[in-house]
């Protein structure tokens, strides 16, 4: 019997192609999405995609998505208050689900920190892309049919002006040097709009992209009128 998965959703590239890389194998079944969304503004508390787009984007993966809000200025005690909770209301849904997976590529003290806080809870830790080369991920992500948008760009690590600009080939290729291909040291953040795990591509329109706390440049994006 396939083991029971909880995704971490951020609405960005990697937990998309994580979700896509698990439904290939035979021993794993993911059966929901887990966003963290900051409670004043309703967005996901990294990337800032609006909450109904992040919804869209579970029923376009066809998978249930629960929502842990947490406050704009949240502390790690606050979070893991929040993750907890999240994760306790997923067992109740689902009673043999004690696995949650993250997209996570390299970043060791990130992936140790989440695999303590969820053996705390008594769940275990899937990271399907760790240890992948973010170059050629970024490329087989491209190629597989991935089409996403950066949301929020690190104005200390790369040049505001990219913010709103497709992940593709021509991105890749202006990318400074030391800058992740795949931003995972926090260079950027990306917004999904279609690929090989959606049922259907989203219509997201382009919105504004204002600078906050004097570092990070979000790009709105929203679905396109009906």
């Not at 043999?96 to 809870?121: E, K």
């Amino acid at each position: 019997m396939a083991a029971q998965v909880l995704l971490a959703w951020s609405g960005g590239k990697d937990a998309a192609w994580a979700l896509h890389v698990l439904r290939q194998r035979d021993d794993v079944e993911v059966v929901g999405l887990l966003t963290t969304v900051t409670t004043e503004y309703q967005r996901a508390s990294m990337q800032g995609i609006r909450v109904e787009v992040l919804r869209a984007q579970a029923a376009a993966v066809g998978l249930p998505l629960l929502e842990a809000g947490i406050p704009a200025h949240c502390d790690n005690g606050t979070y893991d208050a929040a993750m907890a909770r999240a994760l306790a209301e997923a067992a109740s849904r689902w009673p043999r689900l004690r696995t949650a997976a993250f997209g996570d590529l390299f970043l060791a003290d990130i992936r140790a920190y989440r695999a303590q806080r969820l053996a705390a809870a008594g769940w275990e830790l899937l990271t399907p892309l760790f240890d992948a080369d973010t170059a050629a991920l970024a490329r087989q992500m491209q190629a597989g049919g991935l089409r996403a948008h950066l949301c929020c760009v690190d104005t200390r690590q790369l040049d505001a002006g990219m913010a709103g600009r497709a992940f593709d080939e021509h991105l890749l290729r202006e990318l400074p040097a030391g800058v992740d291909p795949c931003g995972e040291n926090g260079e950027f953040h990306t917004c999904v709009s279609a690929g090989p795990m959606f049922a259907a591509p989203l219509d997201l329109r382009r919105g504004d992209t204002v600078l906050r706390d004097e570092r990070f440049a979000y790009t709105d994006f929203n679905l396109a009128p009906v």
